[in-house]
């Protein structure tokens, strides 16, 4: 193609080929999961990027989606976190006690749960930061323990139903605050029975932002004298998410609008990103995750970053099992089985590395719509559990392996 930029410090033109080698896991994700969306909105006749399964594949996926958040924030902190899938589970079984059996208000029920897991977070945290135990073993008696509790807390039975309002947190959407002439007249005009304005409103508003925020990077980027995005690749990114973005929110117009937890997923992913981007703290997490000794001497302190990375992932399970619960109507005493091999599937096919250090918030997101798509697509044509779990694992050793080459590659 021919586009090259300059650094405005070094003058040397940034060549399309070098960023691309050095950009290759990011823009590999981004097209991999439009050619996954792609392949099986073909294969299943169009039913992928119906308006109703554009909103159940939402919906079905926004407890990973908020685990994989602080996940990452772990992995990256060099550690991993295998209680999570338990945690939720017990979280939605102590959810479920405290509305149905206590008959707690809904607000008080979910600021105990956040404590609870936050709680739990740190405990785990602790041993892990200042007693050095490996945080694979720490979290594996973890999820033994509270998977055990879970049963013991609903004595081997479903619980439930909970009350509407605790429901919404997950089944409810946003209701359209634009008239219902003007919604009604915009339909007709595009052509289908209904839409929300206020999914639409937010599409466009959404992918404005976007651009702002890529445009001051790039400004940014310029004034420091760091190697610039081809302008091609920078025009054609922004382009593909904005569009990825206007598309998939107008297919939400057309049914029931903005799910609540599309929100919450919206907002816990602006706050994070900013966290790990834009401050200190999420400076000094990458940091010790890179080589915590030289971290150590440098003045962080590692075991304080350590124990709130793992109190940060309690809370954000505690509020994936307060979602999970609301979503099923019902606490179970299986429920978060296995969950947290997506949830740290999400965060490493999202660009983590194993070594910690490495990591961006926006790249677990995706890593956690990936799976979902492939999970949502393959259950579309019906093949069966068995070769789905095989699919997704191959998937994942794919992810790894690519790390693994890339690192030995620039060593």
Sequence with gaps: MGIANQSSNSGKPVRVGVYLVRNLREYG????????????????????MRAVNVTNLLLQNSYIIIMALGMLIVIVSGHIDLSVGSVMGFIGALAAVMIVEWEQSTIMTI???????????????????????????????????????SLWLLEGQS????????????????????????AQAVAELLGERRVNLLALTTAFIAAILILWMGVQARAQ?????????????????????SAALIFILFKLSTFRGLPNVLITMGALTLIYSFVTEKTVIGRRLYAVGGNEKAARLSGIKTERLTFLAFTNM?????AAGIVFAARLNSAT????????LDVIAA?????????????????????????GVLNNGMSILGIGIDYQK??????????VIFDVYNKSKQG
């Excluded at 749960?113 to 973890?142: E, H, N």
């Excluded at 309690?314 to 505690?318: P, Q």
């Excluded at 095989?390 to 992810?399: C, P």
């Design 29 to 48: 994700l981004l097209f991999a999961l439009i050619g996954i969306m792609v392949f099986f909105q073909i294969a299943t006749g169009g039913t992928l």
């Design 347 to 371: 965060a490493f096919i999202g660009g983590a590395s194993m070594s910690g250090g490495v990591g961006k918030i926006i790249g677990a997101v995706v890593g956690a719509f990936l799976m």
């Design 221 to 241: 980027n310029c004034a420091y004298g760091m190697s610039l995005e081809p302008m091609g690749f920078f025009i054609v990114r922004i382009g593909i998410i």
């Design 159 to 182: 619980l439930g139903p909970f009350p509407r309002e605790f429901q919404m947190i997950a089944n409810g959407f946003v209701p359209d605050i634009f008239p219902k002439s003007m």
């Design 111 to 149: 600021i105990t749960c956040l404590i609870v897991g936050g709680c739990i977070g740190a405990a785990q945290g602790y041993w892990v930061a200042y007693w050095r135990i490996p945080s694979f073993i720490v979290t594996l008696a973890g999820m033994l323990v509270f998977s055990g509790l």
């Design 314 to 318: 309690g809370v954000l399970a505690a």
């Design 333 to 340: 005493p299986k429920a978060g089985f296995a969950l947290e």
């Design 390 to 399: 095989v699919i997704k694992g191959l998937v994942l050793l794919a992810a």
